[in-house]
């Protein structure tokens, strides 16, 4: 764990000798992944890279939860950053050992000691600074000290004496689920006790089925998943959420009854917390003025992406415009999504996912605007912009210009023309001005006409005299400071 850009996927691929990077959009991870790795003396550990980026809070949480040891990276050229913290706190959260990893110490602007004084502040010493925690010093590139990361890591678990039973019905964790077009939900398991084989029958949230076959992360088929083995199980009938408990059960009756259950508690769950619109929110709604509600669909790639993502877009709800999301789900964009997007005037957001040939053409006809994206931060600062958009500009007003009133003349046809001085600024023919006098504003409105001597100008700038009347208004006496002014809308930042 760690945040974004300190070294957590080069680590792991330094361990396994592969590249996962080569795979990641953006350069970022996205989703938990879960790698098993062979070390010498027949000894195993299972690792779980989760994502550094500010929008993955509850996959990070998550990770915490299913693990045994966290390892917290922090790059030794950069400082302790906001998810470092985060980290931290999830992992103490769910009372995980944490083993510090110091990486990036091959950069010639490295500075170990202050990671470990920024440590030191957060609470967590390292064992060289007389605290319980274990530190190592690490380059993932050059792949310095990895194997003595590795030493700390297994001793940290035997003085745990982890143990778990492999001869019962497998018990794990859902790490993440997508649905994949040939083979139908498929859904990333670690088991944690038991031992897991084909043909169980298997109740993982409200999903369940009977196992037709396993994967390891490097897609080879595998017949059982013994304690701390992450898999990829095939032949649920749905996609179950990440971070769902799965438990192996004896027929698929049970398993059926069990699923229903749990389906019917969650449709009750969500009609008792579906918001009603209120007299007082109408009221709110009048109040502002000029509201407006953003609706979405949200679709990705695997489930720990859709509701990281659907969590970070309704965060950028403001007074003027509510963000909604009307439904999130697992899978490509489907016909059944753009006919919901058009019942309720909603835009589709695609994570890492593309509508099927249907939905497109579907779209064309009924012009729903399908977004779709790669990376979370370019949907995240697009929605913004386009609240921002939403929001009804504020009006600035900005002072073009001041003159005094050095003489009055009151001609029949015209009415009052004052001869003034352009104090500072620049006046021009279509200025709003202002008539203050004594400091106080005795009248708002419109340039009759501008002069220099007889003829009439566009503007006159500062220094120099010109006469000039007011629009529906003849009291303007000497020594009366004219004001000119513009008003300017400026767009709302969230």
């Excluded at 989760?50 to 790059?75: L, Y």
Aim: proline share 2%.
């Amino acid at each position: 764990m760690g945040h974004v850009d300190h070294g957590k996927t080069s680590l792991l691929d330094q361990i396994r000798k592969s590249n996962i990077i080569a795979g990641e959009a953006g350069g970022i991870t996205q989703h938990i992944g879960a790698y098993l790795v062979e070390l010498e003396k027949d000894k195993k550990i299972t690792f779980l890279d989760t994502p550094g980026h500010e929008a993955f809070t509850a996959m990070r949480a998550r990770g915490a939860k299913v693990t045994d040891v966290a390892i917290i990276i922090v790059a030794a050229d950069d400082s302790v950053m906001p998810q470092t913290v985060e980290a931290i706190n999830h992992a103490q959260a769910a009372g995980v050992p944490i083993v510090i990893a110091i990486n990036k110490i091959d950069k010639p602007n490295a500075n170990v000691e202050k990671v470990k004084e920024e440590l030191a502040n957060l609470n967590v010493l390292v064992e060289d600074w007389g605290g319980k925690y274990q530190c190592q010093e690490i380059s993932a590139k050059k792949g310095t000290n990895i194997d003595l990361l590795l030493e700390k890591v297994l001793l940290e678990a035997e003085l745990l004496d982890l143990k778990a039973n492999p001869n019962k019905s497998a018990v794990g964790t859902v790490i993440e689920a997508s649905l994949d077009k040939g083979r139908g939900y498929l859904a990333t398991i670690l088991v944690q006790a038991g031992t897991l084989k084909i043909s169980d029958i298997v109740v993982a949230g409200t999903a369940h089925g009977k196992i037709k076959a396993m994967f390891n992360e490097r897609n080879s088929r595998i017949k059982e998943a013994t304690p701390s083995t992450p898999a990829l199980i095939l032949g649920l009938d749905s996609a179950p959420q990440a971070g769902d408990t799965f438990n192996v059960v004896n027929d698929e009756q049970e398993a059926r009854a069990t699923t229903t259950k749990r389906q019917q508690l969650i449709r009750e769950q969500g009609l008792r917390t579906h918001k009603h619109i209120t007299l007082d929110e109408i009221g709110r709604r009048i109040a502002i003025g000029d509201f407006k509600e953003l609706n979405l669909i949200v679709k990705g790639d695997v489930d720990g992406s859709v509701e990281a993502l659907s969590d970070s877009l309704l965060k950028l709800t403001t007074e003027q415009v509510q963000v909604n999301i009307i439904h999130k789900a697992v899978g490509q964009i489907t016909e059944g999504d753009v006919l919901l997007a058009s019942a309720s005037n909603a835009i589709i957001i695609g994570f890492q996912v593309r509508p099927s040939l249907a939905a497109r053409k579907l779209a064309e006809q009924e012009q729903i605007d399908i977004r779709m994206y790669s990376v979370i931060y370019n949907a995240i600062n697009e929605l913004k912009s386009a609240i921002e958009g939403m929001h009804t500009p504020e009006v600035e007003e900005k002072i073009t210009a001041n003159l005094e009133v050095r003489e009055t003349f009151k001609i029949s046809k015209t009415g009052t023309v004052a001869g003034c001085k352009v104090l500072d600024g620049k006046i021009h023919r279509n200025s709003t001005i202002r008539v203050i006098r004594d400091g106080i504003v005795t009248y708002t409105g419109a340039l009759g006409s501008l002069k220099r001597f007889k003829d009439d100008v566009k503007e006159v700038s500062s220094g120099y005299e010109c006469g000039l009347n007011v629009d529906k208004f003849n009291d303007i006496k000497v020594g009366d400071i004219i004001e000119a002014f513009e008003t300017v809308e400026v767009e709302r930042k969230l």
